[in-house]
């Protein structure tokens, strides 16, 4: 035992110094753990008959909802159920990312914008009621598509208030993100 306490006090101070360093690079003051988010991404697309009328490889999924059947609901709805995030509303800590997981068939964007308004495919925003497209998503970055079964993290939350994010293909796919001190 004797032995064996000049060491602990030798590395305790070091230990110690370890420990000070934590947040240096972090501008956000660390009060709590950061809370990150989660959101799956779904669609429903049946390959048949989308990659018929559209384009080879526009859908991968042997799902239920054939184009016309999409098309009817979307036209009676300015939505189409399937088409989603879940949830539609979360919360994470200030610092806090948003995985967004594809699970559909589909390309689609997991997009911050202040408004939400409509995406890059001008039919399918006239048939939503969103005519107008948001500005981020006429901006949209080559990196942004997600396709099926990749998975999109946003950037850090920078501000406590509440984040907007849409599908810039879908513009109904819509999630609200409230962001909380740590
Ligand atoms: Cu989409």
Redesign the pocket.
């Known amino acids: 035992m004797r032995r064996l306490l000049p060491l602990a006090v030798l590395v305790l101070p070091f230990a110690l110094t370890f420990c000070d360093n934590s947040d240096d690079n972090n501008n956000i003051i660390a009060i709590g753990p950061v809370v990150n988010g989660n959101v799956t991404i779904y669609d429903d697309c049946d390959s048949v008959s989308f990659n018929a009328a559209i384009a080879p490889g526009t859908c991968t999924k042997a799902g239920t909802t054939t184009l016309s059947a999409f098309n009817a609901e979307l036209t009676a709805n300015q939505s189409v159920a399937a088409?989603r995030f879940a949830p539609t509303a979360l919360t994470v800590t200030l610092g806090g990312t948003i995985a967004a997981f594809n699970t559909g068939g589909?390309n689609?964007t997991f997009t911050e914008v202040a408004n939400f308004g409509g995406g890059i495919v001008p039919a399918l925003n006239t048939a939503a009621g969103t005519p107008v497209e948001a500005p981020e998503c006429a901006a949209l970055a080559s990196n942004a598509l997600i396709a099926p079964g990749a998975t999109f993290t946003t950037d850090q939350a920078d501000a406590v208030g509440v984040e907007h994010y849409q599908?810039c293909?879908?513009p109904w796919?819509r999630a609200n993100v409230t962001i909380v001190a740590r």
Do not use: D, F, G, P
């Open positions: 088409w589909e689609h599908c293909i879908h796919m």
